[in-house]
């Protein structure tokens, strides 16, 4: 039999080969932007699998538009666009494509990290402008990342990959999480309650994934308990903090500035935020390397493939 998948974006071509090599037959969206909902509910009615990027809503009406659907593979780690739910209730399979996206991300919280610390964007502007006069003893003064206090709150895949990197800045690593991990307990990052990791950290960096828990999880409550010399950094999801508060909290000083890739109404960001010099903001490309995306489009097609032949796949978010 022959498949039909939709790819609902433009996607590496080596991902594209796998589908074709397997002699399936494949209608991609080519292009960057989302297709309009009417449009891709359209597209899917008589397919097998599709391959969605982070940006699609896959709820009952996606479903329900393309009742033939086996599988969902996710062109992502996370999966909180998905009706997971609705997608096990009508025996559709999800997938996804953890662990190749670890050290692009973990690598991009760093460029985060050192940026925001070190008023990087703001020299790149400056430099720009044609209005630098040359080297000043008190021009855009940032502060050391060396010796300072990293608190990781979600320490998964990407968070303990973060917390490596720390080492070689000679940081105290602080981590919240549910349970004790053994590789952060490895790397001497201490466990500690969330009180305690908003109060004590300079670079406060978040790998959450996105639930009803952590939904708001850094609002009005949470800045306000930061240090005011506090930089906080989110490479999670953007509705993890509320950035009418974030926005507040910098504008203020109750925190000293942030780091974002992802946003609360992505791809619209709250006006007063970007107008902040101490928000360094970037447009959601935490993985965005040639290799890794090359890599999570082949492994988002190997899953996709498996399910529909019966094979086993170990990325499976839904086992039925």
Known sequence: MKWKVFVTRRISAEGLDALRKAQVNVDLHDGQEALPRDEMLARIHDCDAVIITGGERVDAGFFAAAPGLKVVSCHAVGYDNVDVAEATRRRV????????LTDACADLTWALILGVARRVVEGDHLARSGEWRGLA?????GVDVTGKTLGIVGAGRIGAAVAKRAIGFSMRILYFARFAKPDMD???????????????????????????????MFGEAEFRK???????INMARGPVHDEAALARALREGWIAGAGLDVYEHEPKID?????LPNALLLPHIGSATVETRRRMAILSAENLLAVLDGRPCPNIVNPL
Do not use: W, Y
């Open 271 to 275: 006006t007063e935020l970007v107008r």
């Open 93 to 100: 399979i999800v997938t996804n494509t953890p662990d190749v």
């Open 186 to 216: 490895a790397l001497g990052a201490q466990r500690v309650t969330f009180d305690e990791i908003l109060r004590e950290s300079d670079f406060l960096s978040v790998h959450v994934p996105l639930t009803a828990e952590t939904r708001h």
């Open 226 to 232: 930061m240090k005011p010399t506090a930089r906080f």
């Open 137 to 141: 003893p008190t021009l855009l003064l």
